[in-house]
């Protein structure tokens, strides 16, 4: 279960900072401190939709 958590996490943390840059440059903050601060939210925020996700499949199997 671990092996799949550290890969879905890669995945989803990617996705969800990746979202998070996109509306902070859209809503015009485009400089470097709202960036860092919505990449880091995508990253915290990744832990616990892993763990979700992660369960999901492993119950699923």
Known sequence: MIR???IL???I???LMGIGII???V???DTLNPIL???AV???AAIPVTWIV???IVEAM
């Open 4 to 6: 799949l958590a550290g």
């Open 9 to 11: 996490f890669s995945i």
């Open 54 to 56: 992660t369960k999901k």
């Open 23 to 25: 509306i902070a440059v």
């Open 42 to 44: 995508g990253f915290v």
């Open 37 to 39: 601060i919505a990449a």
């Open 27 to 29: 809503t015009g903050n």
């Open 13 to 15: 943390s990617t996705t």
